[in-house]
């Protein structure tokens, strides 16, 4: 299972539309999962209905929190995509042997079965996060909370009985041009993504959905990578 968690404090202002972008992901069998970080005051309209549109593109969640709330949401959201997408594929099952996808019509014991097995696959599965952090110059501030949200995160993982791997994207990217730069690549090891911090620079436009795309490109396999480099929708799409 793969996800991607975008953390962002506003809008997209450069390049490909992002909710086109987290369809292609949710094509590709991708969640994606925003994060609006905010401060005392709210964001701007236009803002939340963004974060709103990609989540629901992407067929993830998105949830508005402040600071000191960004590392128990990272979690929760983690969690309970795995649980989602195991409760689809045991719903694609149920359908086949009955017709249903329903898991409170069951008995209380079939029930009790099913849900103990969605429990278990969630805790066993193999699970890749992919983070893409928004640093943009309005996100400086929020740089510390950003960092032991992950940390936290990367605990989470590391508790888990399946194989938990983590890769970290910031955008825009470092060089002139660059849509996202890739930070951390798939990992385990929490000293690795926790240095990376040290390198970062907050700057720039908002090329939410090109970031989201570059994510893409890395979590898929290389046919797959190539088909969408080549021409197409994805290719003229822009803002």
């Not at 404090?9 to 909710?19: A, K, Q, R, T, Y």
């Not at 798939?186 to 990376?196: G, I, R, Y």
Request: net charge negative; hydrophobic share 40%.
């Amino acid at each position: 299972m793969q996800q991607i968690i975008l953390i962002t404090d506003g809008c997209s202002n450069v390049g490909l539309s992002p909710v086109v972008a987290a369809a292609q992901a949710q094509a590709e069998e991708i969640v994606v999962n925003v994060i609006g970080v905010i401060d005392d005051s709210p964001m701007g309209g236009s803002g939340h209905a963004e974060i709103s549109q990609i989540a629901e593109a992407g067929g993830g969640m998105s949830r508005f929190v402040s600071s000191r709330q960004l590392a128990q949401t990272m979690q929760m959201m983690t969690r309970k995509t795995v649980v989602n997408t195991i409760q689809q594929i045991v719903g694609k099952e149920l359908r086949t042997i009955l017709g249903h996808d329903k898991i409170e019509e069951l008995p209380p014991t079939e029930r009790a079965q099913v849900v103990k097995v969605i429990d278990e696959l969630g805790e066993t599965s193999s699970l890749r996060v992919a983070l893409l952090i928004d640093c943009s110059a309005s996100m400086k501030d929020k740089l510390p909370a950003v960092r032991e949200a992950i940390r936290d995160l990367l605990l989470s993982l590391q508790a888990r009985n399946g194989k938990s791997e983590i890769c970290v994207f910031h955008f825009p990217g470092g060089t002139y041009g660059e849509e996202a730069q890739l930070d951390a690549d798939w990992t385990t090891e929490l000293a690795k993504v926790e240095n990376l911090f040290y390198k970062l620079i907050m700057k720039g436009t908002t090329p939410t959905g090109p970031a989201i795309l570059t994510c893409i490109r890395h979590m898929v396999g290389q046919n797959r990578r190539r088909s969408l480099d080549e021409g197409g929708l994805l290719s003229d799409y822009v803002v």
